[in-house]
């Protein structure tokens, strides 16, 4: 296993988890809260977490962009789109049964099932699926665009992304001034995705490496304190930098996925077992993130145990980080319901 293939296997196993620790400290949202020492642990966890969704596009960008090295467009399809669609469809009719069945949702007829998982998701977590099954549809154009450009073509690119998803809510945020000047190409996300590709084949100085580690810390500051001033001043949570599409989690997002490539893991992880253990973990990583949602919300009822603990916050989190490794782990076993858990 090479250094790479190894860096993004880790990468995934911890954004995973990053994942569920978002969501067991979601009492942030809770302005009840605000000021206690639960909503502080709550903005830290969340600020020093936020990096992995976007991580999540950043290393699909990173394996998906040169897809043609290895098979055809029509074969990317099947094999991409199957292997996201089926998940997709069959975990949102879960969540839909799930959230019924926990007086939710009313459903009245199968059309109104339809309209629901195609509109949005059935459940918050799933929206995760809509950007990344538009990503696959537009991959080969993208593809395109990095294979016959160079670093610099595909920086500004990138760059372009950023000015529009970023830096224009930025100063709507602050200036209150919409710019009504729309980029096509350059819709929400894309920036990670095409960030993804370009960071895995980019070699930075040891020096550049340092400033952007540093930015990256910035970041986190940026996230944790500026969610606090906004918040005491709107009364209620605002969360501008705590968005994926925010100045600080792109710095921090970068940072991680840089840290992450530049650490020696082959030498770290010698032994075949331990790689193929950080493998087995990395394969689980989609499917930890499709059933944590359902784990959490029985672990608290069950237990009482909930995000009003600091405790639950960190402790919660790996004990159903766990308990979701080990459902998903069982259903990769049995056929046909692997085909969920992609």
């Known amino acids: 296993m090479n250094k790479r293939l190894l860096y993004m296997d880790i990468l995934k196993i911890v954004a995973s988890f990053s994942v569920v620790l978002i969501h067991t400290s979601d009492l942030i949202s809770n302005y009840d809260y605000f000021e206690t020492q639960q909503w ?114 595909i920086f500004f690119f990138v760059s372009v992304c950023i000015v529009q998803n970023i830096v224009y809510p930025l100063i709507n945020k602050f200036f209150g001034f919409q710019i009504g000047f729309n980029i096509p190409l350059a819709t929400k996300y894309v920036d990670y995705f095409l960030l993804g590709y370009l960071l895995k084949n980019l070699d930075l100085s040891k020096t550049y490496k340092s400033i952007i580690y540093i930015l990256g810390i910035i970041g986190v500051m940026i996230s944790f304190i500026s969610t606090y001033i906004l918040t005491l001043k709107m009364q209620k949570l605002d969360s501008f930098f705590m968005e994926y599409e925010s100045i600080s989690v792109l710095m921090s997002s970068i940072s991680i ?38 784990v959490m919300k029985n672990f608290e009822l069950l237990t009482g145990w909930g995000n009003d603990s600091r405790s639950f916050m960190v402790f919660g989190a790996v004990i159903i980080y766990f308990i979701s490794l080990f459902i998903i782990l069982i259903l990769k076993k049995i056929p046909f319901l692997n085909k969920i858990v992609p």
């Open 257 to 294: 996925f840089l840290l992450f490539k530049s650490i020696p893991w082959e030498r770290l992880i010698k032994h075949h077992g331990c790689q193929l253990l950080v493998n087995k973990l990395s394969a689980a990583s989609f499917g930890i993130y499709l059933v944590h949602i359902m």
């Open 40 to 153: 502080w642990a709550a903005d830290f966890l969340n600020s020093i977490s936020r990096w992995c969704v976007p991580v999540f596009f950043m290393l699909s960008g990173a394996t998906l962009l040169n897809y043609k090295s290895r098979y055809t467009t029509a074969s990317f399809y099947k094999k991409r789109l199957l292997k996201v669609l089926i998940p997709f469809i069959v975990w949102s009719f879960i969540y839909i049964i799930y959230r019924i069945n926990i007086g939710n949702l009313v459903i009245f007829d199968l059309k109104q099932l339809i309209l629901i998982t195609i509109s949005g998701p059935s459940m918050f977590h799933m929206w995760f699926f809509y950007p990344l099954i538009g990503f696959y549809f537009i991959t080969p154009v993208l593809a395109v665009i990095v294979t016959n450009s160079n670093k610099r073509i």
